[in-house]
């Protein structure tokens, strides 16, 4: 309590001294010289479990954090993976009875960072318990046996069950657990080991890794450039556990990655330091390609400044440490970019216009040097239907039909993107962003587009004209779910509304946090709702299984929220699941498409297209697309920056000046006629 | 659910009347009526306009005019009618008196027309503020409903039988009055759920402390006056002597206290709206929507303008009669709390 | 006197059993634990991962009686999730939150400190500015000092402390630049720059009420016999003032000052999760957001538990002072 005392009082006269040298800087001054890189965040991640975390507020740490064995290249467009923990691309083999393996070849030598839980791995040559200890391909193997452990809850056990036995193991976990209460207080590594393992998981010496597939999975790559599939010590899983004042493992990373968290102040502050025991640090003369900054790019990247000779073929990482700041508002985080103080930064709407004119930098912010990389997003918002519900979804069979359609052509999604995101975005036909394999730019959905009279028109043949159900003489009403209680939140599903209402339906919004919205969900007692899905990997079937009925909300938990089910569209999905980009697949792709442009279980609305700004300080940024962030390539220039930021943030004092000299005016009269009176 | 709210401005408009035929009867009333119109005429026709428009705004029927893009089922109000808000309205900003759009410059349907232009969503901003006004007065005024009646109840009763019962109402009162208002306000919100009787609902239960206590105080002070005590001895009951000697001296308790209380009111649903748990349509909401616009560059300030005006010249009306109410009927007792 | 003492303490203690029962109704009885266990653990838990959660959290008792047990049993009364939440309260094992899983006490115990920085300075600053003000005033009581500032006080008080916020960030901050728009940092040497904005709006936005109060208090001294006695013995106006009528102004001042204490813990809810520091007000407003019930019954709980000792602090001290005061005349006041 002394010591709490002693910083409030030693807070009061730093006040008293900052009230005379006031200065907007909220970093101490000895930092403003080094290789610190600042960037904000908006609420503390749910948890940094890899098997677990799954959004990008928690990507953007566990991508930095927790190295994967493979990796996308830096610069490569269309996205092309590289080789990270792994010595080198999967080698895939098909055996006769339509069965695949992939096999995985970790490199030797790879260490842990730097931590205390390691000690339950034994002691070191000298006597001292073990701070780290080599990666192998065991952790893999021990990693995808979390995902599959129900216990663990990670959100992608279903892409993992292509692996032979994984779903199994599950099941015999699971019973192995409610069998008995000392299994359960044996270590997870234990239990893993009693349950007899994954059999589609084999481990060959210290560094081969096989998987043994049911049937061919190409996306199955992908997740292993994803946090999901990285090595993780069983020793840090059974040391931060919660107890005794120890973390949870989900707020204590120990990883593999090029950083690793060293201060994690929830309500404050992540900072990530550089990994000395990363192997791209220990190891410079690897070359490998995860650690060294790529010597390929295209045409605009050598424009862009990406290609310099100072960085190409240079190991990785440069900076030597990021911070994470805690700022809920988007509006005050983005005044600090401007002022200098974030490194990089999206563009707010309510500042568009002063930033970007006519599609290009504003000239103003093209004096301070900064640049904007534009990128659409590999990601689609839409407002989705409960085919389950009895007015809106299946089982109003046609109506229902003519009744999404009704209300699909009833929004303006351009003037959508006019209003709340100055412009910004692609109007969606279908679920597959631009970029994507699939994706056809001239392609219109007849059944979306802003279309009054043929919204008004499919209504009176759905039964409802003008918003009044024939059959009953009542008026028509829905209720729509959504996610977000801020005020800036219940414009946008007020501009729905109107659209809606114009039409001459009522539409009632019910506004939950986002946690009761998943509940909601759950229990399937909605009609239709508002959300987003960004894409994990750069593949269509990221997109298209969320139609899919066997990950039906209702049915499985899955992220088929509409719970849409349709017999052909499965069909085709697992065609296409299997198939390899060629016309066939495109095909196949195209069928779907026209299955629901027709069905409208969802209104597809846009894909979000990011404006991403960047301090001439700021070095080979380059706009990643994907759903987490890759660090370890940026760079700073320290001495830039701090000379640009006291230019930027001079204060402007005279209106103390004035504002004194107001009250001394006021006051001099009253104190005059006070002294000349006692005289 | 029209018909309930205008149930309640008939029977608000026949009690008013009520009041007022029954205080201008009183020689007393009569007198701190006229002094208080003399001395602030000016704030009390402002907040008989705000009161008139939050009447208005709640004399609601179904159908009539054939206005199109309104959802049948729909109740429209007087103010609904007047400013007809599904056709007046534009595409998104404008400026007050604009005749183009604030953002492309694009034409509008009513150019000139907007007197304090329009919102991101185009719709009228001077609609949208006179309809705060009745969710203000609703703050208000619905929860004083739930409050007076309760700090009356525990306060009188506790000051006229005192002993066992004013033991208990004092331990009831100090137990609430310790736990942070705004914290007490927010707990109660989170287990009854949003909405606006549930925020009126807290809110009363939070406020009624302050009142009771004074009433509390007040009445054992009549309680001991000459015929009070001549009433008792002579056996009146104790409901008649409640209703005929006590509350009527509480009366201007209860007024000056109405007008404190309402303002405070009134000013902490902006907290809860920033919050997120205010009330739908109240200048609180408005203010937390617009604040954004402020970084907007160039800035939007007639939302927030606005918005925070409507309330500001609200609060200042109250606040300036709750001060010469004071003044006038009771300069000594009440003075001013923190 | 000891008796009064003890009474007092005694009568306090009742207070915050009171406290717990309100907190009891509200946080068991209306919002009920299988809603919390929903709304913490989400969307798709199993039956047995609600129940578990329950275990953890120890919600999984039955609220007033316990029919496991016979009706002779003492323990159908006391195994209840009433008596728990007492037992839990006033031992001060508060257990972890409802939406992380974090232990309360030490997001109370992180979050004390920021708050205590931000609200400390904030009040005793305010405190200095308006009693200065007020005495200034007062001296000039009459004059078109005193007329103009009444009308900015009552100006003053009709705005919404929102708009003070906004208006304040947006003028500071923003257009001048004078300190960091928001944020926060426990080091020393950069702390007061991201306190600068929420003090000053705090000080200015209070202002009126309290330069309002403290004058009348003045104006009422002002008036009594003995300073009408010094000022005819030849007092100076200003001697009179600052030696005769603050000194006895103060004490109403400090009584009225010494309850609001407890509320500096809480922070300023507004302030804090405005510009982003991480106090208790800031955790107050997670709490709102997270539907984290557990946190937040933890801190209404601190927050009255305070007050209450705040309360008998005071009322000793006074009784020390004053032997006339007691506990029936504090009932009646």
Redesign the interface.
Known sequence: MFRKATVTLIGIIALALSLTACTNDPYPGADARRKIYYTSFNEAPKSLDPAVAYDTAAHAVTGNVYDSLLEYHYLKRPYTLIPGLAKALPKREAAKDGSVSYTFELRPGLLYHDDVAFALAGKGADGKPLRTREVVAADVAFELMRIADAKVGSPVVRKFAVIKDLLEFRKRLRALRAASADFTQMPVHRQYERAGGIAGIEVEGKYILRLKLSRPDPQLKYWFAMPFTTPVPWEAVQYYDGEEGRPHFRDHPVGTGPYRLAFYEKRLRMVLIKNASWYGVRHPDWKAPGATYPTEGSAVDKRRGRLDPAYTGKPLPFIERIEFRLEKESIPAFNKFLQGYFDRSGIISESFDKIVQNDALSPEMIARGIRLEKSVQASVFYIGFNMLDPTVGAKAGLRGRKLRQAMSLAIDVREYLRLFQNGRGVVAHSPIPPGLYGYDRKYRNPYSGFDLARARKLLAEAGYPKGIDKKTGEPLQITFDTGSTSAQAMLRYQYFINSWRRIGIDVEVNATTYNQFLQKLKLGAYQIYFTGWIADFPDPENFLFLLESSSGRKQSGGSNYSNYENARYDQLYHAMRAMENGPKRLAVIRQMIAIIERDRPWIELFHDESYVLSHPWVKNVKSFGLSYPVLKYLDLEPAMRARLRKKWNAPIRWPLWIGLALLVVFVAPAIFTFFRERQ | MSWVSNIIVALLVAGGAYVWIWARSNRLWREAMRALVRRRRFALIILGVYVLIGLLDAVSWVGGDGVQ??????ARSVIDRIFKP?IFRE??YSEPFAQVEF??GAALTFPGQHVLGTD??GDDVLYKTLKGVKVALLIGGLTCLVLIPLALLFGVSAGYFGGKIDDAV???M???A???N???L???I???GKGTLQVCFALGITGWVGLSRLTR?ET?KLRELEYVQAARALGVSHPTIVMRHILPNLAHLVIITFALLF?GLV?SE??L?????GLDGSW??M???A????????VIWWN?VAA?SA??IL??CV??IA?ALRDILDPRTL???? | MLAFIVRRLAFGFATVLGVLFVLFVLFFAVADPDDMAIRAIGERASPETYAAWKRNHGYDKPLLINPEYDWTSIQRYTDTLLVDHYERMLSFRFGRSDSDDTPIWTRIREGAGPSLSLTLPLFVLGLIVGITLSLFVAFFRGTYIDRSVLVICMLGMSVASLIYIIGGQYLIGKLLRWFPISGFDPDPAVIGRFLAIPILIGVLAEFGGTVRLYRTVFLEEVNRDYVRTARAKGCGEIRVMLRHVLRNALLPIITNVVLAIPFLFIGSILFESFFGIPGLGALTVEAINGNDFSTLRTIVYIGALLYIAGQILTDICYSLADPRVRLGAEASA
């Open positions: 893009g309104v959802a049948a089922s729909e599904s595409k998104s953002v492309g991101i969503l004092f331990f009831v100090s137990t609430l310790s736990i942070p705004l914290l007490l927010i707990a109660l989170m287990a009854l105080a054992l303002t000013l902006t907290i709206a920033y919050l997120g748990i609180g909401r203010i937390d929507q604040r954004n616009e402020l970084s907007r560059d160039p927030i925070s309330l500001f609060v200042l606040n300036l001060d003075r001013e709390r923190p």
